[in-house]
């Protein structure tokens, strides 16, 4: 069977998908290296995996964003990003557009000679790459090693046509459509650094691998051999790139595990006497913004019978003694920083989430209806889907109030999210392990030559 490296950039929500293919790879028969910041080495001794250190981008998101130790312009960076998204979806993107290229092509010719060593050592068949480290990607093009690339967000993080670009949504949500001067400036800053990638790419290729083909487009580029989408195969998505065999793993999460006992306590207390419970999450970046936190939570109590979970990271004090919040009775309102989200969505009506790949991933196999609040990146790609899916409601997060957050989750809390039975039969007859075993039939034939060596 064949050895196989699983490389992620140091990224919590990216790592941990991964593993999960990964692990479903092994059971396959593979020997699967995680290769990761040395942070994420437990998560891979967690999935079962062997682990070797590659860290491939300068900053890193451990589990909580804020929390995760920064070098200065990352954290500066990282303070730029959430201040943006106070100021709309198309400020937000502007400034992801501004901050792509030190954070997604950074030292690639370091990354190469890493990646180089990488392959000397582990000698491994193919790769899994993640398709946003970019600059992996990159290095395993100059080297010519057979690789699968694993996109982990929206199908359209992957631009397949000439007027597809990567950081302009694919499509929008109604409630945070744009207008079309703003989106025209956007489009216009996406298409430069198009541009400017592509030339990047094609100076460190044409250093390294004068020999190669030149990547024609640095953010098309991916495997010749394997896509792996971990995303439902909806039909209205934009076609895959031609070339690789399309894989929609349709999610990857781990297996359903318990609860502890005390959340098993959490749970109990909140649910007494048969009410709903709504669980609040916007991911490990988002948590940040606690003010629409404040806001939903705030909704969830005084509009509606269910109870309240929400995970604040590291506005956990904020929220934990805001003078909106402070009166709310403990069997209705519990505030932590991280929470079990996998695990509570088994006892969750409904959940308001950010509009994370994983997030919508994770709902949609726990057949959970979702109010959606769309940031950053792909999450206006996602909500669209969502609603478009009958999943659940999209709202505009720098817009809502208590009213409207109310009126959204008594519809869902009501009516539940009419497509969700259907699209979550499909996710499970999918997942990490029929991902893995088409994966693998996939790379089968690809040739590996050692050229790195």
Not at 50 to 57: G, H, I, K, R
Request: glycine share 6%; charged share 20%.
């Amino acid at each position: 069977m064949p050895r196989v490296v699983v490389i992620s950039p140091p990224f919590r929500s990216h790592a941990a998908p991964l593993a999960v293919l990964g692990a479903a790879l092994r059971d396959t028969g593979a020997d699967v290296t995680l290769a990761c910041a040395p942070a994420f080495a437990g998560l891979a001794e967690e999935h079962g995996l062997d682990f070797a250190e590659l860290t491939v981008t300068r900053n890193a998101n451990h589990g909580v964003a804020e929390r995760t130790e920064q070098a200065d312009d990352e954290a500066r960076r990282l303070r730029e990003f959430l201040d943006a998204t106070r100021d709309g979806a198309v400020a937000t993107l502007l400034t992801q557009a501004r901050h792509r290229r030190d954070d997604m092509l950074a030292d690639p010719d370091r990354i190469l000679a890493e990646v180089r060593g990488l392959d000397r050592k582990l000698r491994p068949d193919w790769y899994l790459v993640d398709q946003l480290s970019y600059p992996v990607t990159l290095a395993a093009h100059c080297l010519d090693l057979p690789y699968a690339t694993f996109c982990p967000g929206h199908p359209s993080y992957l631009p397949a046509g000439p007027e597809a670009f990567f950081g302009l949504p694919h499509a929008w949500p109604e409630a945070v459509r744009p207008e079309p001067d703003a989106l025209a400036r956007l489009r216009d800053a996406v298409a430069a650094n198009d541009a400017a990638f592509t030339e990047a790419f094609q100076r460190v290729a044409g250093r390294h691998a004068p020999g190669r083909p030149r990547p024609e487009r640095a953010f098309a580029l991916c495997s010749p051999h394997a896509l792996v989408f971990n995303y439902p195969p909806l039909p209205w998505l934009p076609p895959a790139p031609p070339g690789p065999v399309p894989v929609y793993a349709g999610h990857c999460t781990p297996r359903p595990v318990g609860l502890d006992a005390h959340w098993r306590a959490v749970v109990a207390r909140l649910t007494a006497g048969g009410r709903p419970l709504v669980l609040v999450a916007f991911g490990t970046f988002l948590s940040a913004r606690h003010d629409v936190l404040r806001t939903v939570a705030r909704a969830a109590l005084d509009r509606t019978d269910a109870s309240v979970i929400v995970a604040a990271g590291g506005r956990t004090e904020e929220l934990a003694h805001d003078p909106q919040l402070a009166a709310a009775p403990p069997e209705r309102l519990h505030v932590a920083a991280s929470v079990p989200q996998q695990a509570l969505l088994a006892h969750t009506a409904v959940m308001v989430h950010h509009g994370g790949n994983n997030s919508f991933t994770e709902c949609l196999v726990a057949g959970v209806p979702a109010l959606v609040l769309p940031f950053s990146s792909d999450q206006f790609a996602i909500a669209h889907d969502l609603e478009r899916a009958g999943l659940g409601l999209a709202r505009d997060p720098n817009t809502l109030d208590a009213a409207t957050a109310g009126a959204a989750l008594r519809d869902l809390l009501t009516t539940g999210g009419p497509g969700t039975g259907a699209w979550r039969a499909e996710a499970l007859a999918a997942g990490p392990h029929h991902a893995a075993d088409r994966l693998v039939r996939a790379m089968r034939n690809a040739p590996r030559a050692f050229a790195a060596s």
